[in-house]
């Protein structure tokens, strides 16, 4: 079975190993077609099932999943028991060798860390609510307690919906802009009322905010390329994605 996954390009550990998956070389059918990883994304739950066994094929262990909410809660990896339940968080850090931290996206980042010592590994599920509420910041923020210099941080920011696609309202706009004035470049208006956002260029402002000043990938548009990836945006019934990150 063929797949088109994308592998970071950036300058980690060979012991760091991380991948997002595109939609292509699954089971899956209909709007969810190719490799639809979402339990939640109203698809016959077998087939997702066989999708999530194809993936368990490339993994150490099983991903510690999480129920995302767009929210900005971070958990330990190392502590979640998948058979038990997946937390409620939309992002994990983990220290032991195999634990996998994974995030779902279909238009929102996947925003994956690492240290240059391949000691610590976190992804992050950053879409514009995760973005503003702080879940990159909290992300760093715990790497930092756990010994991590935000210096010392590699990123790695995957495919999300692109500034020409992602039309945002006045809330949105100003969720960012009172927050930070910077912001403002990462907007452009385009309607009465309304803008497009670059999720990109807030991510690398967040990271950048928060230390992190080795920033790697961006700029792949999810909603542009049907065949490729997942666009809740695009579609509104379709697929998840997903970003995992772990330590051989």
Not at 193 to 216: C, E, H, P, S
Request: glycine share 10%; proline share 6%; net charge positive.
């Amino acid at each position: 079975m063929k797949h088109d996954w994308i592998v970071p390009e950036w300058p980690a550990p060979a012991r760091v190993r991380a991948f997002i998956t595109t939609r292509t070389g699954g089971v899956s059918v209909g709007p969810h077609a190719g490799f639809n990883l979402g339990l939640r994304a109203d698809e016959d739950p077998a087939a997702t099932a066989r999708n999530r066994a194809l993936l368990q094929q490339h993994l150490p262990q099983t991903p510690k999943w999480l129920r995302q909410v767009h929210g900005a809660r971070v958990v330990d990896a190392d502590a979640v028991d998948t058979a038990l339940d997946s937390p409620q968080a939309d992002a994990s850090v983990a220290r032991a060798v195999g634990t996998v931290c994974a995030v779902m996206i279909a238009d929102c980042l996947p925003v994956l860390f690492t240290n240059r010592a391949g000691t610590r590994v976190a992804a992050a599920h950053a879409g514009w609510r995760g973005l503003a509420g702080g879940v990159i910041a909290n992300t760093v923020q715990t790497l930092q307690q756990a010994g991590v210099d935000p210096a010392d941080l590699l990123a790695y920011i995957g495919p999300g919906i692109g500034p020409g696609a992602f039309e945002v309202g006045p809330d949105v706009h100003a969720a960012f802009i009172n927050a930070d004035a910077g912001a403002k470049d990462a907007f452009v208006p385009h309607t009465p009322g309304k803008w497009l956002a670059d999720l990109f260029t807030l991510a690398r402002r967040a990271l950048g905010r928060a230390g992190v000043t080795q920033i790697y990938g961006g700029g792949l548009c999810t909603y542009s390329d049907p065949r490729r990836f997942y666009s809740y945006r695009r579609d509104k019934v379709t697929g998840r994605m997903a970003a995992l990150i772990w330590r051989e």
